[in-house]
Nanobody, 124 residues
Framework: QVQLVESGGGLVQAGGSLRLSCAAS????????MGWFRQAPRKEREFVAA????????YYADSVKGRFTISRDNAKNTMSLQMNSLKPADTAVYYC?????????????????WGQGTQVTVSS
């Protein structure tokens, strides 16, 4: 059974940092792209960052580029999102997900397994 579990969310002041982690099990995740999405209240789930099957290819939403860094450790079946210079607009539930193939995607329909989400709240 495929399982993704996020951790590391919390409350932080604007300008602060958080590091989200995603632990994966039940699948050979090293051959699949992975990504982070977020959903704020009354908004659709949106793409944040994605990483290909290796650490060589990454892609970020314009809103987080230069502030967030996505990485993965295939040996440990984990993925991380380092979030710096956080803004109140970053407040949302953050989800990790695995893609249907090895190449990174930004469309959430390309992802078939999702975690339960972790709340990130940035106060002003």
């Amino acid at each position: 059974q495929v399982q993704l579990v996020e951790s590391g969310g919390g409350l932080v002041q604007a300008g602060g940092s958080l590091r989200l982690s995603c632990a994966a099990s039940g699948r050979t995740f090293s051959i699949y792209a992975m990504g982070w999405f977020r959903q704020a209240p009354r908004k659709e789930r949106e793409f944040v960052a994605a990483i290909g099957w290796s650490n060589e290819n990454t892609y970020y939403a314009d809103s987080v580029k230069g502030r967030f860094t996505i990485s993965r450790d295939n040996a440990k079946n984990t993925m991380s999102l380092q979030m710096n210079s956080l803004k109140p607009a970053d407040t949302a539930v953050y989800y990790c997900a695995t893609s249907r193939g090895p190449y990174l995607k930004t469309n959430r329909d390309e992802y078939n397994y999702w975690g339960q989400g972790t709340q990130v709240t940035v106060s002003s």
